[in-house]
């Protein structure tokens, strides 16, 4: 059949996943932690399961999970979202990304994309009919800066076909943060110009350096242009529960949930109760930063210490690391490479570019994630250490 999205393959995640078992590699490369959530969750879905909440629950979330998050968002950014009409919980970040997109693009609108960028946008926005406009982030000069956001360059991509500007922040895979800076530059063009935001920040919890998480929520004139996406797959260790949600002005949120009812109409139950309990307290994610700094830390210093010369992560649980030292390989040859004949699992930095060009030119540079125990990160850096 002629394919919708002819230039999609099967995800890069799921590809090297698969390569990591076929190989019995260590899988530092899919963003997943390798060690179970807090007992007190898990217990609290078991007794939801048997106090019967087995059924559908209502079409946009269970109130009482929506309350947590509106409380949340606001004792953290102060701003408040009506939890009957602004607040949808979904299949994970994924699906509220998709529905948010099909809502809210129009066949032949222009999307604005920050590259390099999480697989999932620009074919959300092909199936929607609308327009990927790819900018390129700058990228840093050495190891310890991060890549920004030329908002210059996104006021250039500007039309009057735009209709949404997709934000990932904090940035999977560069680990780079929005500052007060950026968000000053944002409201400007907001100011100017009748484009939304999309704002992809589902590592909110987990900004380095005890620095704030800055995002839409964070200012009214943002927030009131902008959905924000959530995943409590990243927050709580339970990416394979699938539970996120997104925030949005009323009229916003009315088309967003127009799709998602007719998409999966609502999200797991038991969880949903378990997690209405379980994020009420502020202290499940309080520690979230500086856990994954320690992780950051150790596999820094112990990539320093390889061929491998690790970029500073200021976010997320994934650092980059160049292997020019190494390989003149392009990315996604050395990624496989890796796994195949040194047992350690990454995913290539060319994967999250979409532009010919970018993809093609080759910056030696692959993600790892650090969201493991100790003893994994310990056998990947042995495996490392020999190359
Ligand atoms: N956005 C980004 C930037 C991500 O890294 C991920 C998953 N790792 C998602 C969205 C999807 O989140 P979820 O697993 O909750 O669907
Ligand atoms: N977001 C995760 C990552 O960046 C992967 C999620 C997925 O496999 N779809 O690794």
Known sequence: IESKLPNVGTTIFTVMSQLATEHNAVNLGQGFPDFNPDERLINLTTEAMKNGYNQYPPMAGIAPLRQAISKKIFDLYQHRYSTDTEITVTAGATEALMISIQALVKPGDEVI??????DLYVPAIELAGGRPVLVQMTVPKTPEESYRIDWNKVENALTEKTRLLILNTPHNPTGMTLNANDLNALENLLERYPFYVLSDEVYEHIVFENKPHLGMSSRPNLANRSVVVSSFGKTYHITGWKIGYCVAPLDLMKEIRKVHQFTVFTVTSPMQVALAKYADDKATFNGLASFYQEKRDYLEKGLASTK????KSHSTFFLLANYKNLSSEPESTFAKKLTVENGVTVIP????????????????????CFAKQRQTLD???????VL
Not at 113 to 118: A, H, L, Q, R, S
Not at 308 to 311: G, R
Request: no cysteine; glycine share 0%; charged share 15%.
């Open 308 to 311: 491998f010369v690790p970029y």
């Open 349 to 368: 930095l060319s994967a999250f570019y979409m532009n010919p060009e970018s993809k093609a030119a080759n910056n030696h540079l692959v993600r790892f």
């Open 113 to 118: 994309v920050i590259e390099p960028m999480y």
């Open 379 to 385: 056998n990947a850096l042995a495996r490392l250490a």
